[in-house]
């Protein structure tokens, strides 16, 4: 069974700063492991995704993430938040089944 | 293309009343999925299927029927409602289980 954990519910940047929100996923098989954005009453629209082939993803609106097996974790970075990424983010694993297990999100928030 | 659609958006229900909610999705996807969504929990699976005339449970299905006769159409039942069924809605399609494409969501009030 897969599971993920992420660190910190809110997370609060000024603009212009690095953009770090923290997943640590837990698998028995290889995971595919993606990140998802929510904007306020919208559905989820997929980020990035790592599929086993580069550990280090690029996504849309300049996101990435790194796979680090060793650590169990699939971090998302940003090097520099914009107002507009202000949302919640949710990291989801999936192994070998057909079914998809999310985080409880993180909010970032993105001040001025 | 429409992508994922989802009717009603909005409903209110009163305890032990029932109700349908409709996912359609014109991508011509294998895969379906409804999700619930509850503040600090992420979303949760309540059943999926892997193509037409199949349903499986998913992660928290009690209380949730569905059906799915048609490759587009994925519908969400509710014979009883309850106040624990007050949720945000989701349904998802998906070519494989690996990458799924998301509705809009319906927000659901049982009071």
């Known amino acids: 069974a897969q599971s993920v954990t992420q660190l910190g519910s809110h997370v609060s940047v000024s603009e212009g700063a690095l953009v770090l929100l923290r997943c640590n996923y837990s698998?028995?098989?290889?995971?595919?492991l993606f990140w998802y954005v929510q904007y306020p009453n919208q559905g989820l629209q997929l980020l990035l995704k790592?599929?086993?082939?580069?550990?280090l993803v690029k996504g849309i609106n300049g996101f990435e993430a790194e796979f680090k097996k060793s650590e169990t974790s699939f971090h998302l970075t940003k090097p520099s938040a914009h107002m507009s990424d202000a949302a919640e983010y949710f990291c989801?694993?999936?192994?070998?089944?057909?079914?998809?297990?999310f985080g409880a999100g993180t909010r970032l928030t993105v001040k001025p | 293309n429409a992508g994922v659609t989802q009717t009603p958006k909005f409903r209110v229900l009163k305890t032990g009343q029932s109700m349908t909610l409709l996912c359609a999705q014109d991508m011509n996807h294998e895969y379906m999925y409804w999700y619930r969504q509850d503040p600090g929990m992420g979303l949760r699976l309540i059943h999926y299927s892997v193509g037409e005339g199949t349903t499986a449970k998913g992660e928290v299905p009690d209380g949730y029927n569905v059906s799915r006769l048609k490759k587009q159409n994925f519908l969400l039942g509710l014979e009883s409602a309850a106040p624990s069924q007050t949720s945000v809605y989701f349904c998802?399609?998906?070519?494989?289980?690996?990458?799924?494409?998301f509705g809009p969501g319906t927000r659901l009030t049982v009071t």
């Open positions: 989801a694993v999936s192994g070998t089944g057909n079914d998809m297990r």
């Open positions: 790592y599929t086993s082939a580069a550990t």
């Open positions: 998802a399609s998906s070519y494989h289980p690996r990458e799924q494409y």
């Open positions: 698998s028995s098989v290889p995971p595919y």
